[in-house]
T-cell receptor
Framework: NAGVTQTPKFRVLKTGQSMTLLCAQD?????MYWYRQDPGMGLRLIHY???????AKGEVPDGYNVSRLKKQNFLLGLESAAPSQTSVYFCATLRDNSPGGQYFGPGTRLTVT | AQSVTQLGSHVSVSEGALVLLRCNYS??????LFWYVQYPNQGLQLLLK??????LVKGINGFEAEFKKSETSFHLTKPSAHMSDAAEYFCAVSDRTGGFKTIFGAGTRLFVKA
């Protein structure tokens, strides 16, 4: 089992460009999350999904969109990248609404110049 | 609203010494609490969790944490530090409502000196 995978691992964008980050999981988990990690700020929730076809806003959703068309995939989109979106992005999954702890992907390091 | 405060962004201990990483939380409902560890250039891994059963929780790699409701604390300890424990540690609190959203502390980087 691959667990949680993220594509790409690294990306450099110019201001105004768009891109999509892909999170894929093979654990059949219901819940999926996108976080960003910035130095000294821990992880902050961008968007999340409680099941296929559902999405909801987290703590810092502005400038991002998401889709969960298939249960195993959760996509994070940046329509017009800004330097403030330079960060490391992590995807995480949770089996269901139970306190099992989340499973994290390896992260995507994004730089916007 | 829930929140997490980790006291000390950096902690340094000698190999073999006690590790103590502090975490205080705020929650209007009984919380679920977690400690995660992050090694360089990796994602987070669950160390241990508190889910309202035993107040003393044991995790992987010899770590444990004690839930103290009166102090709203969930400090992480390990009796004897190993060099391999050097990493960043995150305390987190989750709500029990829809979405199981998790709030993370800012993290504490642990250095272990030989």
């Amino acid at each position: 089992n691959a667990g949680v995978t993220q594509t790409p691992k690294f990306r450099v964008l110019k201001t105004g460009q768009s891109m999509t980050l892909l999170c894929a999981q093979d654990m059949n988990h219901e819940y999926m999350y996108w976080y960003r990690q910035d130095p000294g700020m821990g992880l902050r929730l961008i968007h999340y999904s409680v099941g296929e076809g559902t999405t909801a806003k987290g703590e810092v959703p502005d400038g991002y969109n998401v889709s969960r068309l298939k249960k195993q995939n959760f996509l994070l989109g940046l329509e017009s990248a800004a330097p403030s979106q330079t960060s490391v992005y992590f995807c995480a999954t949770l089996r269901d609404n139970s306190p099992g702890g989340q499973y994290f992907g390896p992260g995507t390091r994004l730089t916007v110049t | 609203a829930q929140s997490v405060t980790q006291l000390g962004s950096h902690v340094s201990v000698s190999e073999g010494a006690l590790v103590l990483l502090r975490c205080n939380y705020s929650s209007s409902v009984p919380p679920y609490l977690f400690w995660y560890v992050q090694y360089p250039n990796q994602g987070l891994q669950l160390l241990l969790k508190y889910t309202s059963a035993a107040t003393l929780v044991k995790g992987i790699n010899g770590f444990e944490a004690e839930f103290k409701k009166s102090e709203t604390s969930f400090h992480l300890t390990k009796p004897s530090a190993h060099m391999s424990d050097a990493a960043e540690y995150f305390c987190a609190v989750s709500d029990r409502t829809g979405g199981f959203k998790t709030i993370f502390g800012a993290g504490t980087r642990l250095f272990v000196k030989a």
